[in-house]
């Protein structure tokens, strides 16, 4: 999918009432603290945009799982608060997402004024994309725009249903995430690299073979290296394996030798007793796993491989951890690896909640060329698949 949706700057909105679907989907603690406000920072831009040209702004978002029920925990008031603070202005918080009382809200609003509604779950018709709740959004405003990117591979009435009723453009969140991570993927400067992780093959099938067409080297790494390993008949010992996904790693495999991609597996392993924090480990070759233990990460001799690969690369897509990086003794392979993308002068796209944590609690988000604010979306991206939350949008 390559960008050729409006954008703000394709569109008139002074004085105009303009919907802005934002991602505020932020962690609260239990005092209802918010404790990164990341995702807040993220839409500054597209907000900023707005104000400056007179628009009057009325923000919607979700929180949590409210499950189409009104409490308090999934409020979206100390987003208003912390996005007052950011703006440093004013931010009008509605106590509902409908009703007379938010038109009211949204009617007296100035140019240039901002307003936020309350939780778009607490009515469980955002979900169902019920076409009256979208219209009820719809009459809001006289504008929509999505910059939600990480529910853009949601059809919810704040993100596709509203578009049938008003004209939808994107925001700069948006769009920077489909030309950063789809601009490199159907356009990229080769050697081209994937480093596939995480725990499961079968949420990364669609991915692996999508990717199968489009790259110079494929490198498979986490738990679902596993699977890879029994399919080619090697004892992989109580480690994780989907026993059921056994015959697509084996397609895999041999699609990856068809189409002539250099797929590289591990060759060492840290293995561990039992799957916890301060269980004895040590390092085994692949083909060399006891059968009494798990694999754990990714070994020493295989972080040098991979380094190699990712040094003569001139474009990385990294999704999904090479080991149980939660716990600090198997955390090697996947800092390794975010270390050897913020040294190296690669163009390197991460996508997926567990990498960009890693990466951010290295502190290394900075030195990444993209590091997507949507884990389900951009793995979507990755996948080769249209984003509803996006295809609904305009075209230029
Ligand atoms: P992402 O969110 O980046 O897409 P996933 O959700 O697919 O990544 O996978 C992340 C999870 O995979 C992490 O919780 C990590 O602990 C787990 N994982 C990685 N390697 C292993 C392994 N060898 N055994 C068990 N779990 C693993
Ligand atoms: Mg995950």
Redesign the pocket.
């Known amino acids: 999918m390559s960008l050729n949706k409006k954008t703000i700057e394709d569109v008139d909105i002074t004085g105009k009432k303009v919907f802005v679907r934002c991602d505020f989907n932020v962690p609260l603690d239990k005092d209802l603290n918010i404790t990164d406000d990341t995702r807040i920072i993220k839409a500054l831009p597209t907000i900023k945009y707005l104000l400056k040209n007179n628009a009057k702004v009325i923000l919607a978002s979700h929180l949590g799982r409210p499950k189409g029920e009104k409490k308090e925990e999934f409020s979206l008031k100390p987003v208003a608060k912390r996005l007052s603070e950011l703006l440093d202005m004013p931010v009008q918080m509605a106590d509902d997402v409908i009703g007379d009382k938010v038109s009211n809200m949204a009617n007296k609003l100035d140019d240039g004024q901002v307003m936020l509604l309350e939780n778009v779950r607490f009515y469980k018709e955002e979900t169902d994309n019920d076409p009256e709740f979208a219209k009820k959004l719809a009459n809001l405003a006289d504008l929509y725009v999505n910059d939600a990117f990480g529910t853009a591979h949601r059809a919810h009435a704040s993100t596709e249903g509203i578009t049938h009723y008003l004209p939808a453009v994107c925001g700069y969140l948006i769009q920077n995430e489909i030309e950063k991570i789809d601009g490199v993927i159907s356009n990229p400067q080769r050697p081209f690299t994937a480093i596939i992780?995480?725990?499961?093959v079968s949420?990364?099938i669609a991915v692996l073979i999508n990717l199968l067409d489009k790259v110079d080297n494929l490198i498979i790494g986490?738990?679902m290296a596993?699977t890879f390993f029994k399919s080619m008949g090697y004892e992989i010992g109580e480690?994780?394996c989907e026993e059921d996904k056994l015959d697509i790693a084996k397609e895999i495999l041999d699609k990856a030798k068809e189409k002539n991609v250099n797929l590289l597996l591990p060759i060492d392993n840290v293995v561990a007793v039992s799957f916890d924090e301060n269980t004895e480990y040590k390092i085994v070759d692949s083909d060399k796993i006891p059968k009494d233990m798990?694999?754990?990460?990714i070994g020493p001799k295989t972080v040098e491989n991979f380094k190699n690969v990712i040094r003569e690369s001139k474009t990385v897509i990294w999704?999904?951890?090479?080991?149980?990086?939660?716990f600090s003794n198997f955390a090697k392979g996947t800092n390794a690896i975010a270390e050897i993308l913020a040294e190296n002068d690669v163009v390197s796209i991460i996508g997926?909640?567990?990498?960009?944590a890693a990466v951010s609690q290295l502190g290394l988000a900075d030195k990444m060329t993209h590091v997507s604010t949507g884990?389900g979306a951009s793995?979507e991206l990755m996948e080769g698949k249209e984003l509803p939350g996006i295809v609904a949008l305009e075209d230029k």
Not at 352 to 356: A, C, E, F, K, L
């Open positions: 992780g995480g725990k499961k949420s990364k986490g738990g596993f480690s994780i798990m694999g754990m990460d999704n999904g951890p090479m080991g149980v990086f939660e997926g909640g567990d990498s960009v884990g793995l």
